[in-house]
């Protein structure tokens, strides 16, 4: 997805590694080893003490995230209050992006 974002606006990125977990990327970055990019989400308790948030402007990136769950059986309680939860997170976090962006325009540009 970042790869054919970075296309449409002229330019191919030329990443040296890639991680599939939060705490070796810190590591990278506070060792010196250049930029990082990760879902905003991601940042939202633990931003390192010596990193800086940029966002990205453009080209606009953005993904979709969805739960499957089995018709043929109910919710253990822990999955269901999971999924509640998940529901409800994502919910108010459109709603608090559609307030923002009522509040001022260019605030979606920027997210």
């Known amino acids: 997805m970042f790869i054919k974002a970075c296309g449409s606006i002229g330019f191919t990125p030329r990443g040296v590694f890639e991680v599939q977990n939060i705490v070796p990327l810190y590591g990278a970055l506070a060792a010196g080893f250049g930029i990082a990019l990760i879902p905003e989400i991601t940042l939202m308790d633990s931003l390192p003490h ?54 001022d325009p260019y605030w979606g540009l920027f997210y």
């Open 50 to 103: 010596d990193a800086v948030k940029v966002p990205i402007v453009e080209p606009v990136v953005r993904r979709n995230v969805g739960i499957i769950i089995s018709k043929e059986r109910w919710l253990l309680p822990t999955e269901q209050l999971f999924y509640d939860f998940t529901v409800d997170f994502f919910a108010n976090l459109m709603d608090m992006e559609n307030e923002l962006v009522r509040k």
